[in-house]
């Protein structure tokens, strides 16, 4: 979201000019499928977290320029809001002890980090929404100096004709009026990449899409927004809101949202772009001068500019991604579903049980996406978001059950099944997966640690501020000990 851009005014010409790049990528992207031009020998994994940042009184800080200069490691980058950042780590094979090494070097880059944010009056957190925020600090002038930021307020404001209405009826219920798509800062992410080949590509984004309800519902972190307990994983309707071009009119008609679950299962890559094309008017139409058929009529690689910027304004919870690294071509699923934290081990927990799942998913002879309706896997999805842990799911012959009971009964063995196919060692996948077996046997997460610490609070007479506050200096205890957050102590 972050890249830069120039040019801040659009002209009807360039919007006609960037759809027909668009186009004319995408029949390149369908050559190149066809002629196999793409890198998938040594598959590549890859990680992002986004983070907040926080004052020494757990309110948040508006500092992410000052930061990111303290830190001045180019692994930091900036995030939609003045009170985020994202550190974006570098790729590596899971094979080789990845997923170790991405938590060692995650926890090496903030604790290098952190005495040089503390240093100007700040702190930064791994939490799914910030419970200290309110409305107030969403506002237009506290999103990041980026000029891509408010160019795409200013764009999916000028598609809606109109202010934003946030109605998410959860526990408790929030209402509120927007001008300007900075609520959205308030989402944190993690953002997982598989490198897959082009053949494999559906298999693994249609088992991505199959588990997202689960993923959801055992990674829950984020239960408070703006002071309200609303769902266990309140990203999911807020994000889903926060970026929506369309009118209610609109809505009624069926026009399908930017930030989509999707509505069926694919067959290949090319599927998901022409979906982008056929569905999604361009909110930045930005086009280069590349002739993306003469490149490749070349013997080159072309980038695919148009193609990709519009595939990064359309908000897919699992996004195909294109992409040209050291010369070579290749395609990646970035699972976007999860929340940040609540610690390292437990992003990285996370992370394995999901690259476990899809790799053993997609290796099947009879693939799980040809058991169960695409209704019920987003169906899953709104019930992980809203209920967490204690979600009830449908699985294939199972039938509907508890998240947490499916995972222990069924996908645990599945994930360790798969991170032995992407040649992860017994001891490395048991270390994770151990967590998110504990996790679910024990009911906790991130937001039933959450909620629960804030209830005892307010149950010993704390306001719900005072509680939030409270339970958000436990958390940071926790967040630094990384010990996995079903092991944490009574806030």
């Not at 997923?99 to 926890?107: A, D, G, H, I, M």
């Not at 929030?174 to 897959?196: F, G, K, M, N, R």
């Not at 239960?223 to 209610?248: H, K, M, N, W």
């Amino acid at each position: 979201m972050g890249a830069e851009v120039d040019q801040t005014t659009f002209t009807r010409e360039d919007r006609k000019r960037h759809r027909e790049k668009v186009r004319k990528g995408l029949d390149v992207l369908a050559r190149m499928l066809t002629e196999s031009r793409f890198d998938f020998e040594r598959p590549m994994a890859g990680l992002e977290i986004e983070l907040n940042l926080v004052d020494h009184d757990c309110e948040p800080a508006m500092r992410n320029a000052e930061v990111l200069a303290a830190i001045a490691d180019p692994s930091f980058v900036t995030e939609l809001g003045r009170f985020n950042i994202e550190i974006n780590v570098a790729p590596r094979r899971l094979s080789e002890s990845g997923l170790t090494l991405f938590e060692e070097s995650v926890r090496r880059a903030l604790n290098e980090a952190d005495p040089r944010v503390k240093e100007i009056g700040a702190q930064t957190v791994m939490v799914g929404i910030l419970p200290t925020l309110r409305p107030e600090h969403v506002q237009l002038d506290n999103l990041s100096e980026n000029p891509r930021y408010s160019l795409l307020d200013q764009q999916i404001f000028a598609a809606r004709g109109e202010d934003l209405e946030i109605v998410i009826d959860g526990v408790e219920r929030l209402q509120l009026i927007s001008d300007t798509i900075a609520p959205e800062a308030a989402c944190t992410s993690t953002q997982v990449h598989l490198q897959v080949s082009p053949d494999d590509f559906s298999g693994y984004w249609n088992a991505a899409q199959a588990i997202a309800g689960i993923q959801v519902a055992v990674g829950a972190n984020s239960p408070y927004l703006f002071g309200r307990e609303l769902y266990a994983e309140s990203r999911i309707p807020l994000f889903e809101q926060t970026t929506d071009t369309r009118s209610e009119e609109l809505k009624v008609q069926g026009v399908r949202p930017r930030v989509w679950f999707g509505e069926r299962w694919i067959t290949s890559i090319f599927d998901l772009f022409e979906e982008n094309s056929r569905y999604f008017p361009a909110l930045l139409p930005i086009s280069s001068d590349e002739d993306p058929v003469a490149v490749l009529d070349a013997g080159g690689v072309p980038s695919l500019e148009e193609l990709r910027l519009h595939n990064g304004t359309v908000y897919r919870w699992n996004r195909p991604v294109y992409d040209v690294s050291d010369g070579k071509p290749h395609l990646r699923v970035e699972n976007r579903v999860l929340p940040a934290g609540p610690t390292v081990v437990d992003t990285l927990a996370n992370a394995a049980f999901f690259a476990g799942l899809v790799r053993a998913f997609a290796d099947d002879d009879r693939p799980v996406w040809s058991q169960m309706s695409f209704q019920a896997a987003s169906e899953n999805f709104v019930a992980g978001s809203r209920h967490g842990i204690n979600a009830e799911v449908y699985w294939p012959q199972v039938g509907h059950l508890r998240a947490a009971e499916l995972v222990v009964r069924k996908l645990l063995p599945r994930a360790a099944e798969g991170l032995a196919l992407w040649g992860v060692s017994d001891a490395e996948s048991g270390r994770y997966l151990d967590i998110i077996e504990r996790r679910c046997l024990r009911g906790v997460n991130g937001a039933t640690w959450q909620t629960a610490a804030v209830g005892r609070r307010e149950a010993a007479g704390e306001s719900r501020d005072e509680a939030l506050h409270g339970m958000l200096r436990s958390y940071l205890d926790g967040m630094h000990s990384n010990e996995p957050v079903h092991t944490w102590e009574a806030a």
